[in-house]
């Protein structure tokens, strides 16, 4: 029996209420991802329909988005690590695959998650200064758009694997 989405299941334990929102998106983005790769074919992995980017780079580009903005929701800057991973997203390697793709969303968001349940809700506003220029931001508004990226990327990453799958 198929359940509702995340967001009518209730509220995430441990995550501040003012907090739910980034939670259920960003389970719901997870759910969603799965349920979208169960069956996708490795070969077509880096494959670019009509130049659009990869089924690849998403499942990359989400998890090291989701990094970085938590990151700098921490009040924290890039490490030459994270930084390293930004320049590769999107690269074909060795040893990447789906399945290692998929592990990876999955300890970013349960990362996230644990992240999300020891946020102080005193401190959502509190500025945050985003990359090298220091551009304003708030804890709250890095952590909606760390949800409302990772959705971004999900709706492109299902028209692409349709694109792929079904052409």
């Given at each position: 029996m198929k359940q509702p989405e995340v967001w009518m299941r209730g509220p995430v334990e441990g995550v501040p209420a003012l907090l739910q929102p980034v939670a259920h998106t960003l389970l719901q983005a997870?759910?969603?991802?799965?349920?979208?790769?169960?069956?996708f074919p490795e070969a077509l992995l880096w494959q670019q329909p009509a130049g659009v980017a990869s089924v690849g780079f998403h499942l990359q580009h989400i998890s090291g988005v989701l990094d970085r903005l938590f990151t700098y929701a921490a009040g924290q800057s890039l490490s030459a690590a994270q930084l390293s991973y930004l320049a590769e997203e999107g690269k074909q390697a060795?040893?990447?695959?789906?399945?290692?793709?998929?592990?990876?969303?999955?300890?970013?968001?349960?990362?996230?998650?644990?992240?999300?349940?020891?946020?102080?809700?005193?401190?959502?506003?509190?500025?945050?200064?985003?990359?090298?220029?220091?551009?304003?931001?708030?804890?709250?508004?890095?952590?909606?758009?760390?949800?409302?990226h990772t959705m971004r990327h999900t709706g492109q990453l299902l028209v692409t694997v349709k694109t792929l799958v079904n052409p």
């Open positions: 997870q759910e969603e991802i799965h349920a979208l790769m169960e069956s060795t040893g990447i695959t789906v399945s290692s793709l998929l592990t990876a969303l999955d300890a970013q968001v349960a990362s996230a998650i644990a992240t999300l349940k020891v946020t102080e809700e005193s401190s959502l506003t509190d500025f945050r200064g985003v990359g090298r220029k220091q551009l304003p931001s708030t804890v709250m508004g890095l952590l909606f758009h760390a949800a409302e």
